[in-house]
T-cell receptor, first 115, second 114 residues
């Protein structure tokens, strides 16, 4: 069972470069999420998509864009990377927006360093 | 508004002794509460969830948590620690009225002493 798959697992960028983090889920989930994890701060929501075709800002959206390509895929783009975006990025998915008891399922993360 | 406070950033226990990881929450509505575990270089895995059905919730790997509304607490316990329990644990809250946004605690790192 693949669950939530993130690519790449590791990436090093130079300041100003752009890149896209990919996420795909095979559980037929409606909702998908992008988080960043920084030491001592838990996870913070960047963007989420409650269903195919919709996206909404989370707690820390500045410097990021997202695309819900289809029901399976939700990508996160850094247009001009900054050192402050060095972090571990997690994608998650959840079954249906109508059942709020359902937990989120997480990928293994993308470790991104901006030099 | 909602918030989560994990009272200990680091807990160390000896193998075979009880584990207690503390979590207090605040929420304007009757919340759903979760505990997740994160092993090194891995994503978060659900341990257990509280959704108002029962105040004592049993999860995977022998963990359980008790929801205490009067104390606004949701502490995680395990009777006997194993070496494999060494990981970071996150307490998470979500309002039941439909907000997609979870609020995560800052995490508690559990170390098991052989």
């Amino acid at each position: 069972n693949a669950g939530v798959t993130q690519t790449p697992k590791f990436q090093v960028l130079k300041t100003g470069q752009s890149m896209t983090l990919q996420c795909a889920q095979d559980m037929n989930h409606n909702s998908m999420y992008w988080y960043r994890q920084d030491p001592g701060m838990g996870l913070r929501l960047i963007y989420y998509s409650a269903s195919e075709g919709t996206t909404d800002k989370g707690e820390v959206p500045n410097g990021y864009n997202v695309s819900r390509l289809n029901k399976r895929e939700f990508s996160l783009r850094l247009e001009s990377a900054a050192p402050s975006q060095t972090s571990v990025y997690f994608c998650a998915s959840r079954g249906t927006r109508l059942n709020f008891n359902q937990p989120q399922h997480f990928g293994d993360g993308t470790r991104l360093s901006i030099l | 508004a909602q918030s989560v406070t994990q009272l200990d950033s680091h807990v160390s226990v000896s193998e075979g002794t009880p584990v207690l990881l503390r979590c207090n929450y605040s929420s304007s509505y009757s919340p759903s509460l979760f505990w997740y575990v994160q092993h090194p270089n891995k994503g978060l895995q659900l341990l257990l969830k509280y959704t108002s059905a029962a105040t004592l919730v049993k999860g995977i790997n022998g963990f359980e948590a008790e929801f205490k509304k009067s104390e606004t607490s949701f502490h995680l316990t395990k009777p006997s620690a194993h070496m494999s329990d060494a990981a970071e644990y996150f307490c998470v809250v979500r309002p039941n009225f439909g907000n997609e946004k979870l609020t995560f605690g800052t995490g508690t790192r559990l170390t098991i002493i052989p």
